[in-house]
């Protein structure tokens, strides 16, 4: 039967429409059938119309044989009547589920059902498609389901259960659902109890602080069954053999927008059913040589620190808080002293204000070794040699400063599409640092207005980028605080200042926090290291318009090219 890579061609029904059905090892496609009596004057001869389908058999989510009051068959609920007419000439039926790409890289899953002439030929198809579907050895086939139910607008359950478990079902993926009773329930589970060895990946129903839980729980878990002690700074840490799945319920799901274009469960759902896998960049934090956390999107201290202090005040807003808590802490203009100390990345051609952004199949991080292959960013023994100065490499720049933003991916959410970074790499071993000197507020709000626009956000004297794999922190005065000391510190009230070197629209206050992810560090001086491509998502990157319309429509002629085989 296989001619030229077809595996199976039939002439079936689709509704009423006669469609030519070719299956081959990367696509099923089908196409309408038409008796052309014009050309033909009546004998019948075929026609080709432009009614042709194709989709990428990595990209089906399921088959089966279609029952006759499937409430799911879109095609049943389409035209009953048809169908019943259809079921009574052709009693045989299947129905393949797959990704549809809509706008704005959302994805669907769509249905379409063909009507066979017999059972036989009907039982060949279902068989076929499985069996090429059972090759898709990255697909998961058994996942551990943490929902969050009180993040963001508190509808992670209701979104989990009608739009993610169907299609899990559909695509006879097995889960264990958890669903969270508490702050760090996820993380505690995944470091000690879970039973890893059961599944294929991990996912999360909540938001970014959801996601960090999971990152946590399964990277300690990883680096203590490997014997990692992760309070060594320079240490190499064991990537994470399981992938994790983000199902977008929170306030800001800046870590799903930049690793799938958007925040949509369907579309979520289906990157994790067809198997995707990115690989990303995890930071570790670390002061005076103890650990404190991970970051894989910014790392902030100033304008952001402040934003997320006041706002977690502010819970009960839900994702209000963070436009009221910017505002007010745009209007309190502080600015904070301390030196900035980094490695920068070198022999990276890719650079912050390079206007390469990150996409599917991103060439900068393919280039990239992961983290495995060793501490391959630490100095050679050339550059070492030429290191006149003896700074091992390092810059130090000691400033007065609004934000200090450490951008390890784009960081583009809803609130700002391009992101803090619109150039960084989701995978490539490097984050961007931003430094936001003291400035006018006129010239800060300009600044933030260009997050919104297309304008550069860089292109200002007062900021300035660099792409690094390590840095460091240290405030100005001298650190004694720790979140439990600021507690009993003087509090900030309304806009004005704890201590103040007062100029006409400036305040400078002691120290900021460092938000980390939307978690604030219990301390200020920090070393800051990435690790390169520490753990995998199920995602691929944002796709191109043009990635998308090509995979969508992947040469379905050379399908066609074929001499056709009829059953
Ligand atoms: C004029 C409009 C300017 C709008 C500028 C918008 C820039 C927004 C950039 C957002 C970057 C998000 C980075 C993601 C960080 C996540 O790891 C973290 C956890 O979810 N989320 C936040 O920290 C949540 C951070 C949320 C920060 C919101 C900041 C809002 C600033 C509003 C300033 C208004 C000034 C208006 C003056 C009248
Ligand atoms: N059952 C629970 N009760 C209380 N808090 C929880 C529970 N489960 C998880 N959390 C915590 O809730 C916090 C916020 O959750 P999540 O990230 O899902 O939503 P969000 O903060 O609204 O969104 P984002 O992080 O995208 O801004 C997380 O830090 C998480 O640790
Ligand atoms: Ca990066």
């Known amino acids: 039967?296989?001619?030229?890579?077809?595996?199976?061609?039939?002439?079936?029904?689709?509704?009423?429409?006669?469609?030519?059905?070719?299956?081959?090892?990367?696509?099923?496609?089908?196409?309408?059938?038409?008796?052309?009596?014009?050309?033909?004057?009546?004998?019948?001869?075929?026609?080709?119309?432009?009614?042709?389908?194709?989709?990428?058999?990595?990209?089906i989510v399921a088959v089966c044989k279609t029952k006759d009051d499937d409430p799911d068959s879109t095609e049943t609920r389409r035209s009953r009547k048809t169908a019943k007419q259809?079921?009574?000439?052709?009693?045989?039926?299947?129905?393949?589920?797959?990704?549809?790409?809509?706008?704005?890289?959302?994805?669907?899953?769509?249905?379409?059902?063909?009507?066979?002439?017999?059972?036989?030929?009907?039982?060949q198809w279902v068989q076929l498609i499985n069996e090429q579907l059972s090759l898709l050895s990255n697909r998961p086939k058994s996942l551990l389901v943490y929902i969050n139910p009180y993040g963001g607008t508190q509808s992670g359950k209701r979104i989990y259960?009608?739009?993610?478990?169907?299609?899990?079902?559909?695509?006879?993926?097995?889960?264990?659902?958890?669903?969270?009773?508490?702050?760090?329930?996820?993380?505690?589970?995944?470091?000690?109890?879970?039973?890893?060895?059961?599944?294929?990946?991990?996912?999360?129903?909540?938001?970014?602080?959801?996601?960090?839980?999971?990152?946590?729980?399964?990277?300690t878990r990883t680096q203590t069954n490997n014997g990692v002690d992760l309070n060594q700074p320079d240490t190499e840490l064991v990537p994470c053999s399981l992938r994790i799945g983000i199902i977008p319920a929170g306030s800001t799901d800046c870590i799903c927008f930049a690793t799938v274009g958007t925040n949509d469960p369907v579309t979520s759902a289906l990157h994790i059913i067809v198997g995707d896998s990115q690989p990303m960049d995890v930071c570790s934090v670390h002061h005076n040589d103890v650990f404190l956390r991970f970051s894989v999107s910014l790392l902030g201290y100033g304008f952001y620190g402040d934003v997320l202090t006041d706002s977690e005040r502010k819970r009960w807003l839900g994702p209000a808080r963070y436009d009221l808590s910017g505002v007010?802490?745009?209007?309190?203009?502080?600015?904070?002293?301390?030196?900035?100390?980094?490695?920068?990345?070198?022999?990276?051609?890719?650079?912050?204000?390079?206007?390469?952004?990150?996409?599917?199949?991103?060439?900068?991080?393919?280039?990239?070794?992961?983290s495995k292959d060793?501490?391959?960013?630490?100095?050679?023994?050339?550059?070492?040699?030429?290191?006149?100065?003896?700074?091992?490499?390092?810059?130090?720049?000691?400033?007065?400063?609004?934000?200090?933003?450490?951008?390890?991916?784009?960081?583009?959410c809803p609130r700002s599409p391009k992101g803090l970074s619109p150039s960084a790499h989701l995978a490539d071993g490097t984050t961007d640092l931003i430094l936001v000197r003291k400035c006018?507020?006129?010239?800060?709000?300009?600044?933030?207005?260009?997050?919104?626009?297309?304008?550069?956000?860089?292109?200002?004297?007062f900021v300035e980028v660099h792409r690094v794999r390590k840095f460091r922190f240290q405030p100005r005065h001298r650190e004694l605080l720790s979140l439990e000391d600021l507690s009993e510190s003087p509090k900030k009230t309304g806009f004005s200042p704890i201590c103040s070197a007062r100029t006409t629209c400036n305040y400078s206050t002691a120290h900021s926090s460092w938000t980390c992810d939307g978690e604030l560090l219990?301390?200020?001086?920090?070393?800051?290291?990435?690790?390169?491509?520490?753990?995998?998502?199920?995602?691929?990157?944002?796709?191109?318009?043009?990635?998308?319309?090509?995979?969508?429509?992947?040469?379905?002629?050379?399908?066609?090219?074929?001499?056709?085989?009829t059953h």
């Open 161 to 219: 259960e009608q739009k993610v478990a169907p299609l899990f079902r559909r695509a006879c993926i097995s889960t264990d659902v958890i669903v969270t009773e508490r702050a760090n329930h996820a993380r505690d589970h995944l470091k000690t109890e879970a039973n890893l060895d059961k599944y294929d990946g991990v996912v999360c129903v909540g938001g970014d602080g959801m996601f960090s839980e999971v990152l946590h729980g399964l990277v």
């Open 440 to 461: 006018s507020r006129l010239d800060f709000f300009r600044h933030l207005l260009r997050h919104t626009n297309k304008d550069d956000q860089f292109d200002h004297s």
């Open 86 to 123: 259809l079921s009574k000439l052709y009693p045989h039926s299947f129905t393949v589920s797959y990704v549809r790409r809509t706008s704005q890289h959302q994805w669907r899953c769509s249905d379409v059902t063909f009507h066979c002439a017999n059972q036989g030929l009907c039982e």
């Open 328 to 370: 007010k802490t745009f209007l309190s203009h502080n600015y904070y002293e301390g030196t900035i100390s980094f490695l920068p990345a070198e022999n990276n051609t890719a650079t912050p204000r390079d206007k390469l952004q990150c996409r599917s199949g991103c060439c900068v991080c393919l280039h990239q070794p992961s």
């Open 1 to 59: 039967m296989e001619k030229q890579g077809r595996l199976l061609s039939s002439k079936l029904h689709q509704g009423r429409r006669q469609v030519e059905v070719v299956l081959n090892r990367c696509a099923l496609a089908w196409k309408e059938i038409e008796k052309s009596k014009r050309r033909s004057s009546g004998t019948g001869s075929v026609s080709e119309t432009a009614l042709s389908h194709a989709v990428q058999v990595g990209e």
């Open 522 to 565: 219990p301390h200020t001086a920090i070393q800051v290291s990435v690790q390169c491509q520490l753990i995998r998502l199920f995602a691929r990157g944002i796709e191109e318009q043009q990635q998308q319309e090509q995979c969508v429509f992947e040469d379905p002629c050379t399908l066609w090219a074929l001499e056709p085989s």
């Open 374 to 412: 060793g501490e391959q960013w630490e100095m050679s023994e050339e550059k070492e040699k030429s290191d006149k100065d003896g700074s091992g490499g390092w810059s130090a720049i000691r400033g007065k400063f609004i934000a200090i933003n450490a951008a390890s991916m784009s960081c583009a």
